[in-house]
């Protein structure tokens, strides 16, 4: 395993690239999407605190963001799901594999994505006997919130070209780009 592919983040001894806090947390999603290529096969594991927040955008059913707790969550705050897609699920290209697993409570919505899987003994006896063929409609996914922020990182991405970025400004409340998007989703 080459170490150059990883980036580590540590709460204790001086081992990896950094602390487990905010900046490098999300430092270290910008590092693992920042040159992903179709065909590409990313992982992320995080083992920490997890919680909830009161939703700042109103894209969540319950009312309440899930959330990433940084070490340094008093100053910096907490990292939301909302955030959490834009880092590292938005950028993504098509057929770039991101397995991600979040060993922290409330974490089971913390990607904020379209579909889901409870596996529970149902769901993983369905898998093992072949009858799952797709994933359940996650029901507080908001589609228009997510093309918003798909287009967003695109933005970033091709700050440097003009031509698209005049393409990706056409985007408004009325379609442009933001219609284009959702025929792929």
């Not at 894209?59 to 899930?66: F, H, I, Q, S, T």
Request: hydrophobic share 35%.
């Amino acid at each position: 395993t080459d170490p150059s592919r990883m980036r580590i983040l540590v709460d204790e001894g001086n081992f990896g690239h950094g602390q487990p806090n905010g900046a490098d947390i999300m430092q270290g999603f910008q590092w693992l999407v920042e040159d992903a290529q179709p065909g590409d096969s990313l992982f992320v594991h995080y083992s920490g605190h997890g919680g909830q927040m009161p939703d700042d955008d109103g894209d969540e059913e319950d009312g309440k963001d899930e959330c990433l707790i940084p070490q340094d969550y008093r100053s910096a705050g907490m990292i939301r799901d909302d955030d959490v897609f834009k880092m590292i699920v938005a950028p993504l290209p098509k057929d770039c594999r991101l397995t991600c697993v979040f060993d922290c409570c409330h974490s089971g919505t913390i990607l904020d994505l379209p579909y889901m899987f409870t596996a529970d003994e149902e769901g993983c006896a369905m898998i093992q006997s072949g009858e799952a063929t797709q994933l359940d409609a996650n029901p507080g996914f908001n589609f228009d919130v997510a093309i918003q922020q798909i287009t967003q990182a695109a933005q970033g991405l091709f700050a440097g070209n003009p031509q698209m970025l005049g393409l990706l400004n056409k985007v408004d409340g009325s379609g442009g780009v933001g219609n284009l998007l959702k025929g792929f989703m």
